[in-house]
């Protein structure tokens, strides 16, 4: 069973470009989120999707940030303009979304983003 | 914000040793996962305890929960230098849906 699959892997922009991460969750995984992780740091929640909705963004700097998940699938995360202060690793997870028993989350592999 | 709050920082032990590591948290929570992140295979969940348990057990991995004191300890035993990681608490707070990791604690197991 493929993972949880993000591109690009590594992305070097100038400040002011702007840039976009796509992420495609586990089949069947109607929950999926977008975390941004400082260098030495857990994870932090950008924003949370229950299938094409976005029920959690309340950490998400809209001023920059914005997120779509059209069809409840893939999702693509955009910076627009980025700053030096985005660099991260950004990390898209899903999970089945069970809110009785809350469901382990399975992680991709992360987009390593550095802004010059 | 985090809620998770790992310790230590970091830890350095030998193979075949264990190694434990705390996490403390703040408010009431409905479960709390422990994760592990290399370089090789990203951020992977090991562990799920949910409030009303007190202690699991999965391999060499045991977790207890403390809800009076709001802590988690996570202990490997016999670790291997694959253990070598950060691991990651993460709490699902009450009247919450979403994850709160704390920063989490560097393991380096040396052969």
């Known amino acids: 069973e493929a993972g949880v699959v993000q591109s690009p892997r590594y992305k070097i922009i100038e400040k002011k470009q702007p840039v976009a991460f796509w992420c495609n969750p586990i089949?069947?995984?109607?929950?999926l989120y977008w975390y941004r992780q400082n260098l030495g740091q857990g994870p932090e929640l950008l924003i949370r999707?229950?299938?094409?909705?976005?029920?959690?963004d309340s950490q998400l700097p809209k001023d920059r940030f914005s997120a779509e998940r059209l069809k409840g699938v893939d999702s693509t995360l955009k910076i627009q303009p980025a700053e030096l202060g985005d660099s991260a690793v950004y990390l898209c997870a899903s999970s089945l979304g069970d809110r009785v028993y809350y469901n382990e989350q399975f992680f991709g592999p992360g987009t390593r983003l550095t802004v010059l | 914000s985090q809620q998770g709050e790992e310790d230590p920082q970091a830890l350095s032990i030998q193979e075949g040793e264990n190694a434990t590591m705390n996490c403390s948290y703040k408010?009431?929570?409905?479960?709390l996962q422990w994760y592990r992140q290399n370089s090789g295979r990203g951020l992977v969940h090991l562990i799920l305890i949910r409030s009303n348990e007190r202690e699991k057990h999965s391999g060499r991995l045991r977790v207890t929960l403390d809800t009076s004191k709001k802590s988690s300890s996570l202990l490997i035993t016999a670790s291997r230098a694959a253990d070598t990681a950060s691991y990651f608490c993460?709490?699902?707070?009450?009247?919450?849906?979403?994850?709160?990791f704390g920063k989490g604690t560097m393991l380096l197991v040396s052969p």
């Open positions: 089949s069947g995984h109607n929950t």
């Open positions: 408010t009431s929570i409905n479960n």
């Open positions: 993460a709490t699902d707070a009450l009247g919450y849906s979403t994850l709160t």
């Open positions: 999707y229950e299938n094409e909705e976005a029920v959690d």
